[in-house]
C-alpha cells in the first residue's frame, strides 16, 4: 500500500508531491496541535522525517499506526 499527499497550491512545502510505501515508514508521531490542526511526523525506514500539517492529526495517526500495527 502506498501513502500519497498531493499539496494545494497554499501550501509552502516545495514537496508538492510526496510518496511513501507503508512498509517504509518506521514510526508517525503527533507533533504540535493548533487551533484546529496538528502537525504528523512521519519517519521512514532510511531516517527521513517529513512532518505534515493537517486536520484531524489525532485520527491520522490512530489510521497509520492501525495499518502499521
Not at 496538528?38 to 484531524?56: A, L, P, S, W
Request: with cysteine; glycine share 4%; charged share 15%.
Amino acid at each position: 500500500m502506498v501513502n500519497n499527499f498531493c499539496a494545494n497550491a497554499i501550501n509552502l512545502n516545495p514537496n508538492l508531491y510526496w510518496e511513501l510505501y507503508l512498509d517504509e515508514v518506521e514510526q508517525v508521531e503527533l507533533g504540535l496541535s493548533l487551533l484546529i490542526t496538528q502537525r504528523i511526523i512521519i519517519f521512514d525506514t532510511e531516517e527521513n522525517k517529513t512532518t505534515f500539517i493537517v486536520f484531524g492529526g489525532k485520527n491520522w495517526l490512530n489510521e497509520m499506526n492501525h495499518v502499521l500495527n
